[in-house]
């Protein structure tokens, strides 16, 4: 599925994200990989968090840009929001220990910025690209091969 989508407000992205995380809590196919690109400001990571919020993850929910990885659980799901924007050499995901992450059976894993580990990720099960239109609008494209009904 290629599915093309204006966000205008977050409102709208809070409606992706609830129709995302409806997706995922039905979903028993794990390890799941979702890539979020986009130039920064985005709104990547606030899509992340709304999933997660949709999801009944209710703690604060932190940018992993320093951290690279921020674990979360609730039920018997283990997510990661992983970071990629501050690793300059493909080394330091090893170093890290994301594949062991990535591999982690009952997982949902959400990376930003995964064209810094090209050549390490798989191909995501679902991509989404976020892209400015205008100051307060973004252009969201979502390509999966799951059934994701957007």
Not at 3 to 19: G, I, M, N, P, Y
Not at 43 to 71: A, D, M, R, W
Not at 98 to 126: R, T
């Amino acid at each position: 599925m290629n599915k093309e989508l204006v966000l205008s407000s977050l409102d709208e992205t809070k409606q992706l994200a609830a129709k995302i995380a409806s997706f995922l809590s039905e979903e028993n196919n794990f390890p799941i990989s979702i890539h979020l690109s986009g130039d920064l400001g985005t709104g990547k990571t606030t899509l992340v968090k709304e999933v997660l919020n949709c999801l009944g993850i209710e703690n604060f929910i932190n940018s992993p840009t320093f951290t690279l990885i921020e674990p979360y659980e609730i039920n018997d799901l283990k997510i990661f929001h992983i970071d990629l924007y501050r690793v300059e050499k493909i080394t330091e995901l090893s170093a890290i220990g994301l594949e062991e992450y990535l591999q982690e059976a009952n997982s949902i894993n959400f990376i930003e910025w995964p064209e810094k580990g090209s050549g390490f990720l798989k191909d995501p099960d679902i991509a989404i690209s976020l892209d400015h239109h205008g100051e307060t609008t973004r252009k969201c494209k979502v390509q999966t091969s799951l059934d994701l009904s957007l």
